[in-house]
Nanobody, 115 residues
Framework: QVRLVESGGGLVQAGGSLRLSCAAS????????MGWYRQAPGKQRELIAR???????NYADSVKGRFTVSRDNTKNTVYLQMNSLKPEDTAVYYC?????????WGQGTQVTVSS
């Protein structure tokens, strides 16, 4: 099993920044990718950013140029730096680990951006 603990959500004004962290523990070898999804009320969960074991990344078009995903392998932690936040970024953000092509999820952290 992979256990994920997220931190860093909160309330911020539009244009502000937040950084989310997600620490992985448990069976953490054979990880294919780590990343972040989000789910706004009434909407489906969507992939925001992901970093693969080889270092490659991909981002949703809606966050390109504003969000940056990174990973500290020594701490088994993935980060999401969110800049220039917009009210439409308001959602519950979930950490995700893809291990042996199985998905593991964090508990979610609320991000609220006020206008």
């Amino acid at each position: 099993q992979v256990r994920l603990v997220e931190s860093g959500g909160g309330l911020v004004q539009a244009g502000g920044s937040l950084r989310l962290s997600c620490a992985a523990s448990g069976i953490i070898f054979s990880i294919n990718a780590m990343g972040w999804y989000r789910q706004a009320p009434g909407k489906q969960r969507e992939l925001i950013a992901r970093i693969f074991s080889g270092g490659g990344t991909n981002y949703a078009d809606s966050v390109k140029g504003r969000f940056t995903v990174s990973r500290d392998n020594t701490k088994n932690t993935v980060y999401l730096q969110m800049n220039s936040l917009k009210p439409e970024d308001t959602a519950v953000y979930y950490c995700n680990v893809l291990r042996d092509w199985n998905n593991y999820w964090g508990q979610g952290t609320q991000v609220t951006v006020s206008s």
